[in-house]
């Protein structure tokens, strides 16, 4: 059952199995299983094969370099997923604990899962990738209630809706038919009400567009040749080749804004490369910019950075440093606890880059651009810099950037996992947003996470795009942020414990 609930999420997309699995969860175990141990074994089991389906492509970086990585490819499959089980372990057996009910567990579960993954996500190794709210990618119908309470706000929803199927499914062997009637039909009202909303969201704010292009290149290098030294200058060759405007300038016309993947410049890059800049700015045409990814060390203090570089056609250079490292891929989480035998062979492969200070925006042909790089897409809102009152200044930003590379993970599910992660803050910024990778998959989203243009995984391919225009005000989400998933936390609580309350009251 856990393995069934991970195709729920990219690339297979079936919503319906991750609401019956979950909802498996919670009626035969969380319900039906003795409480102590024998649910918490049982849940963990159940988490750990949902995690490790879902996050098999963890070990596919490992292969690349098998002779030095291979004996890690365990501690990827099956190390990391057992962590992330304890989000659902921890919910569990505070759940049974704590409330006795169907009713009680039935919407305090929702809020525990949803606790533990936020907690989990932001602070021992910073990783909210399979969350539930993402199960929902199937359409963006489903998606526009991001733009009210962000992805942690869909996941309770979404936990909750799972958790009312599997209480209707309880109170049915119980012969509760009203009971087992009535927790069904509130499911199908909370899928009515995303879809309605949906609805009326998508036909409220139509795509319209800003009158500039962006160029977006793919040149669909395997690791193996980016890591190849021998092969930058003819990497490079590639991009340059793709980028040219005089191939395709009669037919697109101007391009505004050229768009090269993570790491796409591929020397150790400084401010003081004249002939390296010149070369890139050969793609340019008057007023246009480069965007491209590269691995930068500053001359002034020998730090190692992963960047973005914006450079336009005259001297000026700007840069955006990458401020949401990738655990164990730039850096080394719990150095001081990984035995050293299994550090070096970690740390051949980790970049250990350091850390950016802030988001930017970035003022670039009349629009307000913010950069993010890779596996920052994956945390809502802290790629945005804030106002002066600490908020997120998504008023003041017209166009979102994601930088990437997904050739680490091969033809996985990870790259499209990674496109709907993205998609999903577009839709909770309300911000368009586009997408250049490596290897795939590349892609133009207005602010309702409506798809405008891809190239597939796998595939080299050119794609000259209109760039959407930010078409309405902040979403929601975006002005009160995670507030709101704290309130609907908190609305959880008082019920489930106003049900406990409630059966005091009875027994007396």
Same mark, same amino acid.
């Given at each position: 059952? @856990?393995?069934? =609930?991970?195709?729920?999420?990219?690339?297979?997309?079936?919503?319906? !199995?991750?609401?019956?699995?979950?909802?498996?969860?919670?009626?035969?175990?969380?319900?039906?299983?003795?409480?102590?141990?024998?649910?918490?074994?049982?849940?963990?089991?159940?988490?750990?094969?949902?995690? !490790?389906?879902?996050?098999?492509?963890?070990?596919?970086?490992?292969?690349?370099?098998?002779?030095?990585?291979?004996?890690?490819?365990?501690?990827? /499959?099956?190390?990391?997923?057992?962590?992330?089980?304890?989000?659902?372990?921890?919910?569990?057996?505070?759940?049974?604990?704590?409330?006795?009910?169907?009713?009680?567990?039935?919407?305090?579960?929702?809020?525990?899962?949803?606790? #533990?993954?936020?907690?989990? =996500?932001?602070?021992?190794?910073?990783?909210?990738?399979?969350?539930?709210?993402?199960?929902?990618?199937?359409?963006?119908?489903?998606?526009?209630?991001?733009?009210?309470?962000?992805?942690?706000?869909?996941?309770?929803?979404? #936990?909750?809706?799972?958790?009312?199927?599997?209480?209707?499914?309880?109170?049915?062997?119980?012969?509760?038919?009203?009971?087992?009637?009535?927790?069904?039909?509130?499911?199908?009202?909370?899928?009515?009400?995303?879809?309605?909303? @949906?609805?009326?969201?998508?036909?409220?704010?139509? +795509?319209?567009? +800003?009158?500039?292009?962006?160029?977006?290149?793919?040149?669909?290098?395997?690791?193996?040749?980016?890591?190849?030294?021998?092969?930058?200058?003819?990497?490079?060759?590639?991009?340059?080749?793709?980028?040219?405007?005089?191939?395709?300038?009669?037919?697109?016309?101007?391009?505004?804004? +050229?768009?090269?993947?993570?790491?796409?410049?591929?020397?150790?890059?400084?401010?003081?490369?004249?002939?390296?800049?010149?070369?890139?700015?050969?793609?340019?045409?008057?007023?246009?910019?480069?965007?491209?990814?590269?691995?930068?060390?500053?001359? !002034?203090?020998?730090?190692?950075?992963?960047?973005?570089?914006?450079?336009?056609?005259?001297?000026?250079? /700007?840069?955006?440093?990458?401020?949401?490292?990738? %655990?164990?891929?730039?850096?080394?989480?719990?150095?001081?606890?990984? %035995?050293?035998?299994?550090?070096?062979?970690?740390?051949?492969?980790?970049?250990?880059?350091?850390? @950016?200070?802030?988001?930017?925006? /970035?003022?670039?042909? @009349?629009?307000?651009?913010?950069?993010?790089?890779?596996?920052?897409?994956?945390?809502?809102?802290?790629?945005?810099?804030?106002?002066?009152?600490?908020?997120?200044?998504?008023?003041?930003?017209?166009?979102?950037?994601?930088?990437?590379?997904?050739?680490?993970?091969?033809?996985?599910?990870?790259?499209?996992?990674?496109?709907?992660?993205?998609?999903?803050?577009?839709?909770?910024?309300?911000?368009?947003?586009?997408?250049? +990778?490596?290897?795939?998959?590349?892609?133009?989203?207005?602010?309702?996470?409506?798809?405008? !243009?891809?190239?597939?995984?796998?595939?080299?391919?050119?794609?000259?795009?209109?760039?959407?225009?930010?078409?309405? =005000?902040?979403?929601?989400? =975006?002005?009160?942020?995670?507030?709101?998933?704290?309130?609907?936390?908190?609305?959880? /609580?008082? #019920?489930?414990? #106003?049900?406990?309350?409630?059966?005091?009251?009875?027994?007396?």
């Amino acid at each position: 059952m @856990g393995v069934l =609930g991970s195709a729920g999420f990219a690339q297979h997309n079936i919503t319906l !199995a991750f609401l019956l699995s979950f909802a498996y969860l919670f009626a035969e175990i969380i319900c039906c299983k003795d409480e102590g141990w024998n649910s918490s074994w049982a849940a963990f089991w159940f988490s750990l094969f949902f995690y !490790a389906s879902n996050l098999y492509w963890l070990a596919f970086p490992l292969t690349i370099d098998f002779k030095t990585h291979g004996a890690l490819i365990p501690v990827a /499959l099956m190390l990391i997923p057992s962590f992330l089980s304890l989000q659902i372990v921890i919910a569990t057996l505070v759940t049974q604990k704590f409330f006795s009910t169907v009713y009680q567990r039935m919407l305090f579960f929702p809020a525990a899962v949803s606790t #533990m993954m936020y907690i989990f =996500g932001h602070f021992p190794i910073n990783f909210p990738w399979i969350l539930p709210g993402y199960a929902w990618c199937c359409h963006e119908v489903f998606l526009q209630t991001l733009s009210i309470y962000g992805i942690y706000g869909l996941s309770i929803v979404t #936990m909750l809706m799972a958790t009312l199927l599997g209480a209707s499914y309880v109170f049915y062997h119980s012969r509760k038919i009203k009971n087992a009637i009535i927790t069904l039909l509130v499911s199908l009202l909370l899928l009515l009400k995303m879809i309605g909303y @949906g609805f009326v969201h998508l036909h409220d704010h139509k +795509t319209i567009y +800003t009158g500039l292009k962006a160029r977006i290149v793919q040149c669909n290098l395997s690791q193996e040749e980016k890591n190849d030294e021998s092969l930058d200058q003819k990497n490079l060759l590639q991009y340059l080749y793709r980028s040219n405007i005089s191939n395709t300038i009669e037919k697109s016309g101007k391009i505004d804004f +050229t768009v090269w993947p993570e790491a796409s410049i591929p020397h150790l890059y400084r401010d003081d490369m004249a002939g390296l800049n010149d070369l890139l700015r050969s793609v340019l045409s008057t007023g246009s910019h480069l965007i491209a990814g590269a691995v930068r060390e500053d001359i !002034a203090t020998g730090k190692i950075y992963n960047s973005a570089i914006v450079m336009g056609d005259d001297d000026n250079i /700007l840069k955006y440093d990458k401020i949401h490292l990738v %655990p164990f891929g730039e850096y080394i989480p719990f150095r001081r606890c990984i %035995p050293a035998q299994f550090l070096s062979s970690i740390a051949s492969s980790v970049g250990d880059f350091d850390v @950016g200070d802030a988001p930017k925006i /970035l003022r670039l042909n @009349g629009l307000n651009v913010v950069l993010c790089i890779c596996f920052e897409c994956v945390f809502p809102l802290e790629f945005i810099p804030k106002n002066a009152k600490g908020y997120p200044d998504l008023d003041s930003v017209d166009l979102l950037v994601n930088l990437t590379n997904d050739a680490w993970f091969g033809p996985t599910s990870e790259p499209f996992q990674h496109l709907q992660i993205c998609r999903s803050r577009a839709i909770e910024c309300g911000v368009p947003l586009i997408r250049a +990778t490596n290897f795939g998959i590349s892609a133009v989203f207005d602010g309702c996470g409506v798809e405008l !243009a891809r190239i597939d995984m796998n595939t080299a391919g050119t794609i000259d795009v209109n760039i959407p225009k930010k078409n309405f =005000g902040s979403t929601l989400y =975006g002005r009160y942020g995670d507030v709101i998933f704290c309130i609907m936390v908190l609305l959880l /609580l008082i #019920m489930a414990g #106003m049900g406990k309350y409630m059966m005091r009251i009875e027994k007396r």
